[in-house]
């Protein structure tokens, strides 16, 4: 069964260090999501990409973070300078969507925990 | 602002009992609602979708109703058992946005003891 793929499973940094996730989305699915969570929360949307381009990105601190989607397939997001308060679980999630609408389930993989000394 | 919520925060149930875990939405306008699997650590597992057509949908043991108009949905689980012990999260996939992402409720965490 084709599942989203995310590395490195548990990461661990120093404050104002630089991190990087990867993600590799189910085959096919040209539509790719950067969620976080908090422990206790629900994850919260960073990013969405349909193909290359960047659909919503209206919640993604951009004075530390940044994502990129360069060919379409896989994704990278980076946080420089790490703060204590990105200790999160970093979930990304693909699908399908036909004719702009979310037809299809979203796919998670199984995230990146971050903590930040 | 679309918000999600979901009633109660925990369950603890024995094993065997038939079980409601209810989620509802401030905002009708949406495309679907989902139904999500979290195990301590791990990512999500998709467990049912509703598209906002639909009243419900059934997969195995989980069933799960939708009612667009007054902004809820349950999750009904079946005969419960310890390997259903997890935290389940309601996602709605909001008309009124930019892009197609889901927004969260905080989710039920349910303990089923053997």
């Known amino acids: 069964e084709a599942e989203v793929a995310q590395s490195p499973r548990y990461k661990i940094t120093e404050k104002s260090q630089a991190v990087a996730f990867w993600c590799d989305p189910i085959?096919?699915?040209?539509?790719l999501y950067w969620y976080r969570q908090i422990l206790g929360q629900g994850p919260e949307l960073l990013v969405q990409?349909?193909?290359?381009?960047?659909?919503?990105d209206s919640q993604l601190p951009k004075d530390r973070f940044s994502a990129e989607r360069l060919k379409g397939v896989d994704s990278t997001l980076k946080i420089q300078p790490a703060e204590l308060g990105d200790s999160a679980m970093y979930l990304c999630a693909s699908s399908l969507v036909r004719d702009g609408a979310p037809s299809y389930e979203q796919y998670f993989g199984p995230g990146t925990r971050l903590t930040v000394t | 602002k679309q918000e999600v919520t979901q009633i109660p925060a925990a369950l603890s149930v024995p094993e065997g009992e038939n079980l409601v875990l209810n989620c509802s939405f401030t905002?009708?306008?949406?495309?679907?609602l989902q139904w999500f699997r979290q195990d301590p650590g791990k990512g999500l597992t998709s467990l049912l979708l509703i598209q906002s057509s639909q009243r419900e949908q059934t997969s195995g043991r989980l069933n799960a109703s939708l009612d667009k108009s007054s902004g809820r949905s349950t999750l009904y689980i079946a005969a419960s058992q310890p390997g259903d012990s997890a935290t389940y999260l309601c996602?709605?996939?909001?008309?009124?946005?930019?892009?197609?992402?889901?927004?969260f409720g905080k989710g039920t965490t349910l303990s089923v003891s053997s």
């Open positions: 990409f349909q193909d290359e381009s960047v659909v919503d």
């Open positions: 905002d009708s306008a949406i495309y679907n």
């Open positions: 085959s096919g699915h040209a539509t």
């Open positions: 996602a709605v996939s909001p008309l009124n946005q930019a892009g197609t992402a889901l927004i």
